[in-house]
């Protein structure tokens, strides 16, 4: 058994761009409890009191209106590999019948209640009991059915009072430390806590429910103020429903705590990309590069500010860093493409947008920027006119790439369709009014 004995499994992930730790939630997701079939039909031949789902969740809520103090138990019974969904195994059965046993055997000592939230999945209340105490229940259950049998159970632990919950909560919580104690594999027991609610907050997080995890982290950083993680995972949420304000309150907290915490120092940095300032942005992107010079997301976002601030020197060492942490990236060879052209590296800009559109098929800018590119180097023109057309059919509402459709058009003497894309590309915003007067005129003279 493993009471938060180690620190559960975290992987740095993004959300648009953000940056964040957020819990592996595999094992919660792997996990073997399935619907058994007939099941309950068992147990309740067994023990024909035994109250399920709802109606044990009501009863317990109701018998524990006036108890101060209590400890509430989610004990989820551990099936075998070779257990199929069905529970075709009669073993199977009968081991849900010992667990139940061994629950009645308790709550009759402890003058607790016990029933089934779901099958596979039970659910205990012992009145005058904390979590320290319910825990030691929890390893008497375990060792109990250690004497009789090879089944295990892993069980979640919570105890009230605890912050803003409410005696309806605990068995929802429950459960959520019961999810807690997963990642230690079968046979664990973990007490609820912060930790619990950092998990929770990651599954709503993953499902789309921000708010939701919004609430759950508030809830994990009133019982852990300190979980950088939780900070961080709160400010992202903020950040992703626009609240620019309270995500920076998070980082800096953040950075506050941990001043080597580069993922803040990166998040803070993208928060004041997405408000349009730019420099600030470009110092934290540094200060995270500065802490860990090995992230993809870090080097390219310092590359991309220096090359829209046209310092093309310092631009290209980040870029090709960021390249060569994520090869796979369509985004980094397009801009590796413009800066090289913008440089005059006709060559390597034609190898990188060449690699964008590998990646990245749709990816119309690569695509015109190379078009234009190919036919500087007097490439062959169905090749080069095929590129503009592409990236115009991608994107029919950007007027450079119509623009530079127009270009070849009217360099291979077709003026009716470059000037119907100098048209367009003016319609879409782009200055084409030179180039309009000039094709009418040709055609006039004709």
């Given at each position: 058994?493993?009471?938060?004995?180690?620190?559960?499994?975290?992987?740095?992930g993004?959300?648009r761009?953000?940056?964040?730790?957020?819990?592996?939630?595999?094992?919660?997701?792997?996990?073997?409890r399935?619907?058994?079939?007939?099941?309950?039909?068992?147990?309740?031949?067994v023990?024909?009191?035994?109250?399920?789902?709802?109606?044990?969740?009501?009863?317990?809520?109701?018998?524990?209106?006036s108890?101060?103090?209590?400890?509430?138990?989610?004990?989820?019974?551990?099936?075998?590999?070779?257990?199929?969904?069905?529970?075709?195994?009669?073993?199977?059965?009968?081991?849900h019948?010992?667990?139940?046993g061994?629950?009645?055997?308790?709550?009759?000592?402890?003058?607790?209640l016990?029933?089934?939230?779901?099958?596979?999945?039970?659910?205990?209340?012992?009145?005058?009991?904390?979590?320290?105490?319910?825990?030691e229940?929890?390893?008497?259950?375990?060792?109990r059915?250690?004497?009789?049998s090879?089944?295990?159970?892993?069980?979640?632990?919570?105890?009230?009072?605890?912050?803003?919950?409410?005696?309806?909560?605990?068995?929802?919580?429950?459960?959520?430390?019961?999810?807690?104690?997963?990642?230690?594999?079968p046979?664990?027991a973990?007490?609820?806590?912060?930790?619990?609610l950092?998990?929770?907050?990651?599954k709503?997080?993953?499902?789309?429910?921000?708010?939701?995890?919004?609430d759950?982290?508030?809830?994990?950083?009133e019982?852990?103020?300190?979980?950088?993680?939780?900070h961080?995972?709160?400010?992202?949420?903020?950040?992703?429903?626009?609240?620019?304000?309270?995500?920076?309150?998070?980082f800096?907290?953040?950075a506050?705590?941990?001043?080597?915490?580069?993922?803040?120092?990166?998040?803070?940095?993208?928060?004041?990309?997405?408000r349009?300032?730019?420099?600030?942005?470009?110092?934290f992107?540094l200060?995270?590069?500065?802490?860990?010079?090995?992230?993809?997301?870090?080097?390219?976002?310092?590359?991309?500010?220096?090359?829209?601030?046209?310092?093309?020197?310092?631009?290209?060492p980040?870029?090709?860093?960021?390249?060569?942490?994520?090869?796979?990236?369509?985004?980094?060879?397009?801009?590796?493409?413009?800066?090289?052209?913008?440089?005059?590296?006709?060559q390597?800009?034609?190898?990188?947008?060449?690699?964008?559109?590998?990646h990245?098929?749709?990816?119309?800018?690569?695509m015109?920027?190379?078009?234009?590119?190919?036919?500087d180097?007097?490439?062959?023109?169905e090749?080069?006119?095929?590129?503009?057309?592409?990236?115009?059919?991608?994107?029919?509402e950007?007027?450079?790439?119509?623009s530079?459709?127009?270009?070849?058009?009217?360099?291979?003497?077709?003026l009716d369709?470059?000037?119907?894309?100098?048209?367009?590309?003016?319609q879409?915003g782009?200055d084409?009014?030179?180039d309009?007067?000039?094709?009418?005129s040709?055609l006039?003279?004709?």
């Amino acid at each position: 058994m493993a009471n938060n004995a180690k620190a559960v499994f975290q992987s740095r992930g993004s959300a648009r761009n953000f940056l964040l730790s957020k819990t592996d939630t595999g094992p919660i997701k792997d996990i073997k409890r399935k619907k058994a079939a007939g099941v309950n039909e068992v147990l309740q031949s067994v023990f024909p009191n035994m109250l399920v789902g709802r109606d044990f969740i009501d009863h317990a809520v109701q018998h524990l209106d006036s108890i101060a103090q209590f400890a509430a138990l989610a004990v989820g019974v551990d099936q075998n590999q070779q257990e199929d969904q069905k529970y075709s195994n009669p073993d199977a059965l009968d081991r849900h019948v010992e667990v139940a046993g061994i629950l009645k055997m308790i709550c009759r000592e402890k003058n607790g209640l016990w029933g089934v939230l779901e099958p596979g999945l039970f659910g205990s209340i012992f009145p005058e009991i904390n979590g320290s105490e319910g825990l030691e229940l929890a390893r008497d259950i375990q060792d109990r059915l250690a004497a009789k049998s090879e089944q295990t159970v892993t069980i979640g632990i919570v105890s009230f009072p605890i912050i803003t919950f409410g005696k309806s909560d605990m068995i929802d919580n429950a459960r959520k430390a019961l999810d807690h104690a997963t990642f230690f594999g079968p046979g664990s027991a973990v007490v609820f806590d912060g930790v619990s609610l950092n998990i929770s907050g990651d599954k709503l997080y993953e499902n789309g429910n921000l708010q939701g995890a919004i609430d759950e982290y508030k809830r994990a950083l009133e019982m852990d103020p300190s979980n950088i993680n939780v900070h961080n995972s709160l400010g992202v949420c903020y950040g992703l429903q626009c609240e620019y304000e309270s995500a920076l309150e998070e980082f800096k907290k953040v950075a506050s705590l941990d001043p080597g915490e580069y993922m803040a120092m990166f998040n803070l940095g993208l928060v004041h990309t997405l408000r349009g300032q730019p420099e600030k942005a470009l110092k934290f992107f540094l200060k995270a590069d500065n802490i860990n010079g090995d992230v993809y997301e870090v080097a390219f976002q310092c590359g991309k500010l220096y090359f829209e601030s046209g310092d093309l020197t310092k631009a290209k060492p980040f870029l090709e860093r960021a390249s060569k942490l994520d090869p796979e990236s369509a985004m980094v060879y397009r801009y590796l493409g413009d800066c090289y052209a913008a440089d005059n590296l006709t060559q390597d800009a034609i190898s990188a947008y060449k690699k964008a559109i590998k990646h990245n098929p749709n990816d119309a800018a690569s695509m015109s920027a190379l078009g234009c590119l190919l036919d500087d180097q007097d490439e062959n023109p169905e090749i080069t006119l095929m590129f503009c057309q592409e990236s115009v059919g991608l994107s029919p509402e950007n007027g450079l790439f119509r623009s530079r459709l127009a270009r070849l058009y009217f360099k291979q003497n077709r003026l009716d369709d470059a000037l119907e894309e100098y048209k367009k590309a003016e319609q879409f915003g782009y200055d084409a009014a030179g180039d309009i007067q000039e094709i009418e005129s040709r055609l006039v003279a004709k």
